[in-house]
């Protein structure tokens, strides 16, 4: 149905939730080409669906969403069709015998073996019953992780932007090559980077721009040993 990776989101499932119930936490796919969907068994479920017997689409998953939460959910999705925008989202959704369920859903850029992005993946997880203080504890880190994860990388994305004069696609694309060309997390990339350009005045007679390209190729160099 396609080919592609996701950075972060589905390791973060595997670690935080392999050992918990998985009837709690469902993974998904969006893929760009045709506006397709595809479903884990969990998230079928979760809608009260019997895994297998329906296809997901845009207009099925919409008409689930309590009438409450529909038209923010609504916008999530008409930004992840049209831009491929990382997201998360606290809403409700009823399934089809009519129950509330609440969830948190985590959607991150697919990519394909190229690096070009292809549509979005993540996961749902189902916290309508009451869940165990590690598991909430859990859930919580996840989430919180991802947006500080995403809220540096768009720091580091926005210098980018302002120095080389170049859109916010091709700003990830430059440091996800300098991600993979230092094998360095692309979170630790861009939190050393925004961190030095905060802090590196540089002398009077460097030009910024310089200075920021010395950063950009070396920043590797200085990123604490975890």
Not at 2 to 21: E, I, K
Not at 164 to 172: K, T
């Amino acid at each position: 149905m396609g080919n592609g990776s996701v950075v972060g989101v589905d390791r973060t499932v595997d670690q935080v939730f392999g050992a918990g119930d998985p009837q709690r936490v469902g993974s998904f796919r969006f893929y760009l080409d045709g506006e397709r969907w595809e479903w884990s068994d969990a998230v079928a479920q979760m809608h009260g669906y019997t895994p297998g017997t329906i296809t997901p689409t845009t207009e099925l998953l919409l008409s689930h969403k309590h009438p409450d939460d529909q038209r923010q959910v609504a916008k999530i999705l008409e930004r992840m069709i049209s831009d491929a925008e990382p997201f998360s989202s606290r809403h409700r959704i009823i399934d089809t015998t009519g129950r509330t369920r609440h969830v948190i859903v985590v959607g991150d850029r697919l990519l394909d073996n190229t690096d070009a992005v292809i549509g979005t993946s993540g996961f749902y997880i189902d916290v309508t019953d009451t869940l165990d203080t590690d598991l909430q504890e859990s859930v919580t880190e996840a989430v919180d992780e991802l947006e500080k994860t995403r809220a540096v990388i768009e720091q580091a994305k926005g210098a980018l932007m302002l120095v080389y004069g170049i859109s916010a696609d091709r700003a990830f694309d430059v440091l996800t090559w300098r991600s993979q060309h230092t094998n360095t997390k692309l979170r630790a990339i861009a939190t050393q980077l925004v961190q030095e350009l905060a802090t590196n005045a540089g002398s009077p007679s460097e030009s910024f721009r310089a200075r920021f390209d010395h950063l950009l190729i070396t920043v590797h160099e200085r990123i604490p040993q975890q």
